[in-house]
């Protein structure tokens, strides 16, 4: 009976059962663990009922009596406020460092992504940095296709470079110049016919 009450309070501390800590690299899928400190926090409030518990056995065998039930009871408390107060304590401590894992590990996450991304933007941004350049040479071989298929690329990338620096250069204008519309002369304004003369007789 002693036994199976030791076991019992050795097992169900709290972050033992519903803490997770961060799986071991490396992984799939997204990082699944506990970030959450309140179970760690019931635990303590267990080992401050052990301890209780253990003070309570100690009043218990100390009472003024010649009880040898009464000083059976004292012992059996103690025995079980210790055994609780050990066992809270350590699933506190794996519940309390399985949490601080988990966060560092999601942190490690947020951190890496992040880097992807800053790679990522710093990628593109030199690619359109590069853009200008092989417009300016398709247009001046005549490929004025090519030139407008960069344009729209570029203007998707960095807008304010596109117009900044895009759209100013002097090769790349050829390439816009605005259509010649023919000029057409006036019609002549139709002429008044000549004044009569009047003739004498």
Same mark, same amino acid.
């Given at each position: 009976?002693?036994? &199976?009450?030791?076991?019992?309070?050795?097992?169900?501390? +709290?972050?033992?059962?519903?803490?997770?800590?961060?799986?071991? %690299?490396?992984?799939?899928?997204?990082? !699944?663990?506990? !970030?959450?400190?309140? *179970? /760690?926090?019931?635990?303590?409030?267990?080992?401050?009922?052990?301890?209780?518990?253990?003070?309570?056995?100690?009043?218990?065998?100390?009472?003024? !009596? #010649?009880?040898?039930?009464?000083?059976?009871?004292?012992?059996?408390?103690?025995?079980?406020?210790?055994?609780?107060? *050990? &066992?809270? *304590? *350590?699933?506190?401590?794996?519940?309390?460092?399985?949490?601080?894992?988990?966060? #560092?590990?999601?942190?490690? #996450?947020?951190?890496?992504?992040?880097?992807?991304?800053?790679?990522?933007? @710093? &990628? @593109?941004?030199?690619?359109?940095?590069?853009?200008?350049?092989?417009?300016? &040479?398709?247009?001046?071989?005549?490929? +004025?296709?090519?030139?407008?298929?960069?344009?729209?690329?570029?203007?998707?990338?960095?807008?304010?470079?596109?117009?900044?620096?895009?759209?100013?250069?002097? #090769?790349? %204008?050829? +390439?816009?110049?605005?259509?010649? !519309?023919?000029?057409?002369?006036?019609?002549?304004?139709?002429?008044?016919? /000549?004044?009569?003369?009047?003739?004498?007789?």
């Amino acid at each position: 009976m002693k036994t &199976a009450a030791i076991v019992a309070l050795l097992t169900t501390g +709290c972050s033992f059962i519903g803490v997770r800590g961060p799986p071991a %690299k490396p992984r799939r899928g997204p990082l !699944t663990c506990t !970030t959450s400190k309140a *179970l /760690p926090v019931v635990d303590g409030v267990g080992v401050v009922f052990g301890i209780g518990m253990l003070g309570l056995g100690v009043v218990v065998s100390n009472l003024q !009596t #010649d009880s040898v039930g009464a000083r059976t009871a004292g012992g059996r408390i103690i025995l079980l406020g210790t055994v609780a107060s *050990l &066992a809270y *304590l *350590l699933s506190m401590a794996s519940g309390m460092s399985n949490v601080s894992a988990c966060r #560092d590990a999601k942190d490690a #996450d947020r951190a890496e992504a992040q880097k992807l991304t800053n790679t990522a933007a @710093a &990628a @593109a941004q030199e690619h359109a940095r590069g853009l200008p350049k092989a417009a300016a &040479a398709a247009a001046r071989a005549g490929d +004025c296709k090519t030139v407008r298929k960069i344009d729209l690329e570029l203007l998707g990338l960095d807008s304010a470079f596109h117009a900044n620096v895009f759209l100013t250069d002097v #090769d790349i %204008k050829r +390439c816009y110049k605005p259509a010649v !519309t023919p000029s057409i002369d006036p019609a002549p304004a139709p002429q008044a016919p /000549p004044p009569l003369i009047p003739v004498q007789l």
